[in-house]
């Protein structure tokens, strides 16, 4: 069966979608012994990532095992995670 | 874990036995051209430089050389001098005396122009080539095996199949003693942090942050704006939130050891284990860094995909996904777009990269090699 999401390393907190994903869809990645089922609360584009679990606002957003940036509002399991509620802690010559 | 190889009299190690046909300036490269088109078992190594480079450049273009005609892969190199080059043999051959690496010279001006030097050019490669078939294999522990990891022609497949894998294929590496080195520092940008906190040492954590932060510099003084617009547009609409989640994909192919050693282009490390090389993201050129800095093989990823291989060494190709497989199958070696099939994992694809690596360092031909692909060239910056 076609894997509609993909874990890249066991301290990720978010999958990336493989296809296009319903709100609703129950997804299930796997890495090295760990497994996780997410219930997809919206929908998630290829190439699109979702968080596997919560993630509290200012909390690191975590894929390939290092923090792509932090939370700008409190993510819920099953949410598409994007630059609408997160944010790159680099070049950030504004802040 | 070992395998059959080449230990040379300069203490490096080989995977293939190649007599290297060496022009030492771009205006003798025709008559090496033809010297090794004469004499079977050689390979050409085509290039721009060897004229007109002053400075940190010339330093760069003399590593580099003597990077490839000292490599493991090369029994022996033919260099064919025009005469009244920057680099001529002169340069070169002290150090390739020191390393013991044994080597001929031919010239176009003492050597009776084109027709002379390429007769006497014949006869010497002929020779070599005999001498060359003598030696022997014999067998070498994994951890002599030195692996450079590149990506070209990427995809939003790369950093979630074929970098990924490699990146399982570099730890099993590294953790047998091995050496993989991954380069291509423009694409290190945004992550300068996650890759200091995997350095070894501080030496390390401050050559890291220098290196990226000198290629942010090199890249700006183009007058162009490489970081403001990264991701650009078209990486948010696929799916990238920002510029660490961009370079993270690329780096991901070096897997997640720690850093011991960051190297200039062409540089040979002192160190095993995963080694940074700065070096341009222009994939031939690239190549031929990894190659310099004694990586006896070259994995590189693609998604789009690129043919090239390189003249004194192995490239093992994996494609991204499986469209490119199907469209380039002939070019292809791994296919990593099983992941998204289903018909694979990262780990099971990470293995079958791992294991064709070892059957490539044991003598299986690569579809590069297979193909003719002898892809070299040599980063420099300017020509005055």
Do not use: W
Not at chain 1, 45 to 60: C, E, N, S, T, Y
Not at chain 2, 254 to 270: A, D, F, L, N
């Amino acid at each position: 069966m076609k894997p509609k999401a993909i874990l890249i390393d066991t301290k990720d907190n978010v999958a990336t979608a493989f296809q296009d994903l319903k709100a609703g869809d129950k997804v299930t990645v796997a890495l090295g012994g760990k497994q996780v089922t997410t219930a997809l609360v919206q929908d998630i584009p290829f190439g699109h990532k979702f968080a596997l679990a919560d993630i509290a606002l200012h909390a690191p957003v975590m894929k390939y095992g290092a923090s792509i940036g932090l939370a700008t509002a409190a993510i819920k399991a099953g949410q598409h995670v994007h630059v609408h509620n997160m944010e790159s802690q680099k070049g950030r010559g504004d802040k | 874990m070992e395998f059959q190889g080449y230990r040379r009299k300069t203490g490096r190690v080989g995977i293939r036995n190649h007599v290297l046909v060496f022009p030492t300036v771009v205006c003798s490269s025709e008559v090496a051209r033809m010297i090794s088109e004469k004499v079977p078992g050689t390979v050409y190594a085509r290039h721009g430089g060897g004229c007109g480079h002053v400075g940190e450049d010339k330093e760069q273009v003399i590593r580099t050389m003597l990077g490839i005609c000292g490599h493991g892969n090369v029994a022996s190199v033919l260099l064919v001098a025009n005469g009244c080059e920057v680099i001529t043999p002169d340069v070169l051959t002290p150090e390739l005396d020191k390393i013991g690496q044994p080597y001929a010279v031919v010239s176009v001006q003492e050597d009776g122009g084109t027709p002379g030097c390429v007769e006497k050019g014949v006869k010497l490669a002929t020779k070599m080539v005999a001498d060359a078939a003598k030696l022997k294999k014999e067998a070498i522990p994994v951890s002599e095996l030195m692996v450079g990891l590149e990506c070209g022609g990427s995809d939003a497949f790369s950093g979630l199949t074929a970098n990924p894998s490699l990146g399982v294929m570099a730890d099993k590496l590294v953790a047998l003693g091995g050496t993989a080195i991954f380069s291509e520092t423009t694409e290190m940008l945004g992550c300068e942090n996650v890759l200091a906190q995997r350095a070894a040492d501080d030496k390390v954590s401050k050559d890291i942050y220098r290196v990226i932060a000198d290629a942010e510099t090199t890249a700006m003084s183009g007058g162009v704006d490489i970081r403001g617009t990264q991701p650009a547009p078209g990486n948010i609409k696929g799916g990238l939130s920002s510029i660490e989640e961009k370079s993270l994909g690329c780096i991901r192919k070096g897997g997640s050891s720690k850093i011991v050693q960051v190297v200039k282009y062409g540089e040979r490390p002192v160190k095993k284990g995963l080694v940074i090389m700065d070096a341009t993201a222009a994939d031939v050129m690239n190549n031929t860094g990894l190659l310099a800095a004694g990586c006896q093989l070259i994995v590189f990823t693609t998604g789009r995909g690129t043919p090239v291989g390189a003249n004194i060494a192995p490239v093992i190709k994996v494609s991204t996904n499986s469209v490119l497989y199907k469209k380039m199958t002939p070019n292809i070696d791994v296919n990593a777009g099983v992941i998204v099939d289903g018909e694979g994992t990262l780990e099971s694809v990470g293995q079958q990269v791992f294991d064709r690596v070892m059957a490539t360092a044991n003598g299986e031909l690569t579809k590069a090699e297979a193909l003719g692909h002898r892809e070299f060239d040599i980063h420099f910056r300017m020509i005055v």
